[in-house]
């Protein structure tokens, strides 16, 4: 069996499909991924062995330089993504039997028409639940789009969405089908996610709330294990004293780093506590050259995170997800789009905090802190690990591999 899998996005976007490729190719699937060219990136998927097919811009330099909320040059970079889906995902994807795409809609509309004209099997993935239409939350408002906030009927306000994201890609959309010889579609979220899309989160960090309108199915979070070992510097700064706090903010670019980098290392201190400052795509980088403080890059956070006494981030699901699985109580300060969602989730469940707001100071932060560093939160973050689900990736990977089998017609004797 043949499987291309489509991502678009950030680490927390490609690392999750990185995991179900490996799955697919431990049980004999040959796989290829199609993800944008950053380095990071191809570096990444060249260490696990998946073949990786660079489409569309690298998405750092668009990430950090794009006005939070802001839709400027909106139409040109989906465009770009959209025909890259048309190109490259679909020179991929010929002689493949299925098509699997997770990304923002311009990508996987592209992705399903893709597996449309080819007649193979396409599967839709979210790794949150935000995007995902249910009556049970308000959508998140499109770049540049704001919903009414006097209405507060759910249903309709994703009615809404709909005709908003058909308004904004729709045209582009029917154009490029119509170069393929497609007929046009009418709602372009529902054609791109379908009414059974894959939903790559773990039930007890993210209990999914049954809709009649979908048929989600919850495979769990898609884990890649990293073997990877902890830098030999890094080690000995965590062997020479007690478990530090680790601060980061992973791929979400910040606007005031320094600011943040200052309030952060401060409010950790005030606890009596050492600093690990991860520099991501936000560049945090040290205050000062006390020696308790220590500055990391690209590092594997599932084995550091287990060191830590507690993890302060923004709340991508990914990380949410790493620092959940270890047991580490979280301080999550959330910067936009799903990110409150999993603020919120961390405060329910007892692992940690929810900061108010994007912007940290040193009195909110400390608070924080406080309760993320109890023995209480501690405990908790560890009965809570114990509950989440490993086998997400191989789940996904035997259930897509089955439906392939089904699609296939019986051989004849």
Known sequence: M????????????????????????????EVRVCAPPDEEFTKRLAEVGVEMVPTGRPV?????????????????????????????????????????????????SGARSVAEKLGIRYIHVSHQPVSLPSPHRRPPARRGRPL??????????WDLD????????????????????????????????????????????????????????????????????????LVAFLDAGTPPVYVGFGSTPLSTPKDVARVAVEAIRA?????????????????DDQDDCFAVGEVNQ???????????????????????????????VPQGADQPYWAARVADLGIGAAH???????????????????PETRARATDVAGTIRTDGATVAAKRLLDA??????PMSV
């Open 148 to 157: 009414p906030p006097d209405m507060t009927d759910n249903r309709a306000l």
């Open 271 to 287: 606890q009596g506590r050492r600093a690990v400052v991860a520099g991501g795509w936000a560049d945090l980088a040290l205050i």
């Open 60 to 108: 750092r330099p668009l990430v950090t330089t794009v006005t939070p909320g802001s839709a400027v040059g909106l139409a040109q970079r989906a465009a770009e993504l959209m025909a890259a889906q048309f190109g490259t995902v679909a020179a991929a994807a010929e002689g493949c039997d299925a098509l699997v795409a997770t990304g923002p809609l311009p990508a996987t």
């Open 2 to 29: 043949r499987v291309v899998l489509s991502t678009y996005g950030s680490r927390g976007s490609v690392e999750p499909i990185a995991g179900l490729a490996v799955r697919l190719r431990e049980l004999g699937a």
């Open 162 to 233: 709909a005709q908003i994201a058909t308004a904004m890609f729709g045209e582009m959309l029917n154009t490029q089908r119509a170069s393929i010889g497609l007929p046009p579609v009418d709602s372009i979220r529902d054609y791109a996610f379908t009414d059974q899309p894959w939903l790559a989160t773990d039930p007890a960090l993210d209990p999914w709330q049954e809709t009649p309108d979908l048929d989600v199915a919850q495979t769990g979070t898609w884990v890649l294990p990293d073997e990877r070992p902890l830098p030999a510097e």
């Open 302 to 332: 599932q084995a550091l995170f287990r060191r830590a006494a507690a993890v302060v981030h923004h709340g991508g699901a990914g990380t949410t997800a790493t620092a959940t699985r270890a047991g580490a109580p979280q301080v999550v």
């Open 356 to 374: 108010d707001g994007p912007t940290p100071t040193f009195e909110s932060l400390s608070a924080a802190l406080k309760t993320a560093l109890t």
């Open 404 to 409: 392939i089998s089904r699609d296939r017609p």
